[in-house]
């Protein structure tokens, strides 16, 4: 006989709770419940447990309700996790979104820089002497390196876009700094007022050189003109002696209206010269012992020497150096200065030429400039390098370079090299190789 509790009076069996248990199990299995624990036996006086609290996995609940139309399985709402758990954002959206703004506002960047809309007209006024012959990419990096326009590249783009590439003209121009692309093609398009005379004077050239480049579009001889003028006076800068303006004649580019004097030119030639030498310091310590006119002789020899304009304050020091120590400075330019011979090989009877400009048979400068030095050369002779270096002979394949040398076995070695790679090419100046 059972020694567990007696029965409470009107209460359920045993068997009839253990059904119902049953029954309860059932419809939770059905519903994805848990199944509800067995009833342990219990003893006499011990106390029931309370059964710990099912915990809801919500992620294999979901899976196991989902259905195709979004609901729970059971026609209701669809299933979301606990409130308080953030939604992972999606990486792939996130990643393509940024790709689109990225190549919108390249392509804003490119659209704006190609046809600039807020570009105003340009800063200050700036000379542009466009050769004929240039391409739209040379004039482009023409006009990039003078400050007219931002970029090469663009112009050449917008000049190609807009089928302006054949449409531009050379000529002399008057335009600005940060002009627009637009602005830049329409004023080379329209090309140079044709009443207009552009005067380019290279550097280093002498008179009888320069003539020749505006005979025939200004009125009168550029020789006659260039012998004196009211402009400048020689004896200002140590030339009382100067027979002519020669080495005064400022090269540069010039513009007068067609038909004007040929003094027109000479007198803005003269003013830039005065703007631009009274700008050079004379106070290095050995040009300061010089005349101002001794120095721009100076610098006409450097400019007729040399090809690559680092190599202009060395050239000077040589020439200082020469004269110092009484050797002849042995210049060819200045003997073909006094036959007017500037292209053709020197001959004997022209190396044995009795002038004073002969500087291979007569010491210290020449009686004048042998032509017009720019600004570079200008200082340059104001200001040389110090150095030892007596001789100097071009450097074969240097591309217009020199090789300097302070004793005269070093120039012997460097004359040598020189001969040989000469030899080489069948007599030609081996400048390029």
Not at 1 to 6: A, E, V, Y
Not at 27 to 53: K, S, V, W, Y
Request: glycine share 10%; hydrophobic share 35%; net charge positive.
């Amino acid at each position: 006989m059972s020694k567990g509790p007696p029965p409470v009076p009107g209460g359920r069996s045993r068997e009839e709770r253990e059904a119902a248990r049953r029954e309860r199990e059932s419809r939770r299995t059905a519903r994805g419940q848990a199944p509800e624990p067995q009833e342990a036996p219990r003893r006499q006086g011990a106390p029931t447990a309370a059964p710990p609290a099912p915990q809801r996995d919500w992620l294999a609940e979901a899976r196991r309700h989902a259905s195709p139309h979004g609901g729970n399985g059971d026609g209701g709402p669809p299933l979301r996790p606990p409130a308080g758990r953030p939604r992972r954002p999606r990486i792939g959206r996130l990643l393509a979104l940024g790709l689109v703004l990225v190549f919108l506002f390249a392509g804003l960047w490119l659209l704006g820089s190609l046809f600039q809309p807020f570009k105003g007209k340009g800063g200050e006024q700036v000379r542009v002497m466009v050769p004929r012959g240039l391409g739209v990419g040379q004039i482009g990096d023409l006009l990039e390196r003078r400050g007219v326009i931002a970029s090469s590249f663009f112009f050449q783009t917008r000049a190609r876009i807009s089928g302006r590439t054949s449409k531009l003209k050379p000529g002399s121009y008057r335009l600005r700094k940060g002009m627009s692309y637009s602005a830049a093609l329409d004023a080379l398009e329209r090309g140079s007022p044709p009443n207009i005379v552009v005067a380019a004077i290279p550097e280093g050239r002498s008179r009888h050189e320069i003539a020749p480049l505006v005979a025939g579009r200004l009125r009168g001889s550029y020789l006659e003109a260039s012998l004196r003028s009211p402009a400048l006076d020689p004896g200002d800068y140590g030339a009382r002696r100067a027979r002519n303006l020669e080495g005064f004649l400022f090269p540069a580019t010039y513009e007068l209206k067609r038909g004007r004097p040929v003094g027109a030119l000479v007198e803005q030639q003269l003013l830039a010269f005065k703007q631009k030498f009274d700008g050079v310091s004379m106070r290095h310590p050995r040009s300061k012992h010089l005349t101002p006119y001794e120095v721009l002789i100076i610098a006409s020899l450097v400019e007729r020497e040399a090809q690559v304009p680092s190599e202009r304050p060395l050239i000077a020091s040589v020439i200082y150096n020469r004269l110092k120590q009484g050797i002849p400075l042995g210049i060819d330019a200045t003997v073909r200065f006094v036959t007017g011979n500037w292209t053709r090989p020197l001959r004997e009877s022209e190396i044995r030429n009795p002038s004073p400009y002969n500087t291979r048979r007569t010491s210290g400068l020449p009686p004048g400039p042998i032509g017009s030095p720019g600004l570079a050369s200008i200082k340059a002779a104001a200001q040389p390098a110090r150095t030892d270096y007596l001789f100097y002979v071009v450097k074969p394949c240097g591309k217009g370079q020199h090789a300097f040398s302070a004793t005269d076995a070093e120039f012997q070695r460097d004359v040598r090299r020189y001969n040989e790679e000469r030899a080489k090419r069948g007599g030609k100046s081996p400048t390029d190789c």
